[in-house]
T-cell receptor
């Protein structure tokens, strides 16, 4: 069974540009969440999607946005990039994102974004 | 406010030593979930264990064991007879039921474990 797939693996952009990152969840998983990992702030929750709807959002500026498609694949977009956006962006998926079950949250290997 | 503290930044041990990674959490929610993840150099977070706040049963799985104590808000993780392959960054994480979603995890800063031959 394929794991969570994130593309691209590495990305270099310049300040002011925008970027789109892609995440394909494990087959059958409908909940997709995104995290930002930086040396200074650690792992921080960005947002979570379920059945094409954003259910939860972290404390990030509006430049960070996302969406989920009908096949559960998700994209996140960062507009007007800043140097501080350089980070590892991790995507995670689970069946329903429901605490009522004992489902596990599986992570991809991430996209390493460098903003110059 | 919710918070996860991993006081140990780095731990270095020699192979076959036992090592315990500490995790202390803060939450006002009565229903919450605790996790341990491992992050090897490849970058992906590997799920190790999940514990619900209403389930204080501790567990042993092979060389891994976990000690969950609500009275001290701690969820510690022990590796017995460590191996070089255990070298990684280990994260403790918390999810609160009131956050409206199981997948909004609050992570600790992580503990880097180096196991030397």
């Amino acid at each position: 069974k394929a794991g969570v797939t994130q593309t691209p693996r590495y990305l270099i952009k310049t300040r002011g540009q925008q970027v789109t990152l892609s995440c394909s969840p494990i087959s059958g998983h409908r909940s997709v969440s995104w995290y930002q990992q930086t040396p200074g702030q650690g792992l921080q929750f960005l947002f979570e999607y379920f059945s094409e709807t954003q259910r939860n959002k972290g404390n990030f500026p509006g430049r960070f946005s996302g969406r989920q498609f009908s096949n559960s694949r998700s994209e996140m977009n960062v507009s007007t990039l800043e140097l501080g956006d350089s980070a590892l962006y991790l995507c995670a998926s689970s069946l329903r994102g429901s605490p009522a079950t004992n489902e596990k949250l599986f992570f991809g290997s991430g996209t390493q974004l460098s903003v110059l | 406010a919710q918070k996860v503290t991993q006081a140990q930044t780095e731990i270095s041990v020699v192979e076959k030593e036992d090592v315990t990674l500490d995790c202390v959490y803060e939450t006002r929610d009565t229903t919450y979930y605790l996790f341990w993840y491992k992050q090897p150099p490849s970058g992906e977070l590997v799920f190790l264990i999940r514990r619900n706040s209403f389930d204080e049963q501790n567990e042993i799985s092979g060389r891994y064991s976990w000690n969950f104590q609500k009275s001290t808000s701690s969820f510690n993780f022990t590796i017995t007879a460590s191996q070089v392959v255990d070298s990684a960054v280990y994260f403790c994480a918390l999810s609160e039921a009131r956050s409206g979603g199981y997948n909004k995890l609050i992570f600790g800063a992580g503990t880097r474990l180096a196991v030397h031959p």
